[in-house]
């Protein structure tokens, strides 16, 4: 046992050494799964109720965040769309996000561009 332990459960609970030592030996086995103290059917539902979670509904409510749109970003992408339409050697292209991605298709390969502007 450890002493420190021991000491410090006789200081706290101010009981004596062998109460100390019996208290964490009831507790090592009670970490091991025995159940040395049964409850009362009534103290088992009081334990069941204090072990669930609260449901009551939040005061505040999520909700997604409007964003403005970025000109700058959405510009960038339709002249980068523009020059992959007058690029001979693209077969195809797509805009899947107006500020964000482009996809497009050159001599049988897909590829993608995705356009981010990293904060400072």
């Not at 992959?84 to 996809?103: A, F, G, K, Y």
Request: charged residues 40%.
């Amino acid at each position: 046992m450890d002493e420190k332990r021991i000491a410090l459960l006789m200081k706290q609970l101010d009981i004596s050494r062998d109460e100390a030592i019996e208290v964490l030996k009831e507790d090592s086995e009670i970490d091991k799964g025995a159940e040395l103290f049964e409850l009362t059917p009534e103290q088992k539902q009081v334990e069941k109720k204090m072990r669930q979670a609260d449901r009551k509904v939040t005061a505040y409510s999520w909700k997604p965040r409007e964003r403005k749109p970025n000109e700058t970003k959405r510009k960038l992408i339709q002249d980068l769309a523009l020059t992959l339409h007058h690029n001979p050697m693209v077969d195809s292209w797509e805009i899947t996000n107006q500020e964000r991605q482009i996809d497009f298709e050159c001599n049988g390969t897909k590829y993608r561009i995705i356009l981010s502007a990293p904060r400072k």
